[in-house]
């Protein structure tokens, strides 16, 4: 089946500074999902991208389907965007969510 | 509601014992996923239902686990002669379809004891 890789595994950042995510896939996928679960553990779609780019306030994500990886870019990091990031791809064969084992984001004040 | 609810919040029970954990969809969405989610690790895939069909059961643990679906709406996840194992946050998500956003419910703290 489809592997999922991200990386970094964790990630500590100062208030401010710019991150980028990134989550690699062994397959072609028909779905690209980015996730954050928050401290409390609630998961919140971020992106639905398999292809392309999307900006959405300081987050943006750019995935190459050809390539096979996503990246996810956070800018102007504040303490409220810690958490565990997620991908999670599905392939074509079935509707399973594959999902990665995360980057856990610090960002300290 | 305007987001997927599960009940209850928290679970705490003894080994051996049946539980039962429930998720309300958001209106009008026919997909419905159930993961498990162990501490401090990434989310696995349970079952899906399509309407109130289960096409995908692969990722049942066991036979201990089981689902059901009805009125296109709630959903229940069994969990039988629950083990220490078991210990995981149950997490429901829905969406308008297959390949589609799928939005996710707070989960469901099962602590076995």
């Known amino acids: 089946g489809i592997q999922v890789e991200q990386s970094p595994p964790d990630l500590i950042l100062q208030e401010g500074a710019n991150s980028t995510l990134r989550c690699n896939f062994s397959?072609?996928?028909?779905?690209l999902q980015w996730f954050h679960q928050n401290p409390w553990g609630q998961l919140i779609n971020l992106f639905y991208i398999p292809s392309g780019t999307k900006q959405n306030g300081r987050l943006s994500a750019t995935t190459v389907a050809t390539e096979r990886y996503s990246l996810l870019y956070i800018s102007s990091s504040q303490t409220t965007d810690s958490g565990v990031y997620f991908c999670?791809?599905?392939?074509?064969?079935?509707?399973?969510?594959?999902w990665g084992a995360g980057t856990k984001l610090i960002i300290k004040p | 509601g305007a987001g997927v609810s599960q009940s209850p919040s928290n679970k705490v029970t003894e080994k051996g014992k049946d539980v039962e954990l429930r998720c309300d969809p958001i209106s009008g969405h026919t997909a419905l996923y159930w993961y498990r989610q162990r501490l401090g690790q990434g989310l696995e895939f349970l079952i899906y239902f399509q309407g109130n069909s289960a096409p995908d059961k692969s990722g049942l643990p066991s036979d201990r686990f089981s689902a059901e679906r009805t009125g296109e709406s709630v959903s229940t996840l069994t969990i039988q002669r629950t083990q220490q194992e078991d210990s995981a946050v149950y997490l429901c998500?829905?969406?308008?379809?297959?390949?589609?956003?799928?939005?996710f419910g707070p989960g469901t703290r099962l602590l076995v004891l």
């Open positions: 998500a829905s969406s308008f379809g297959t390949k589609q956003t799928q939005y």
């Open positions: 999670a791809v599905e392939s074509d064969s079935n509707y399973q969510l594959i």
């Open positions: 397959d072609s996928v028909n779905n």
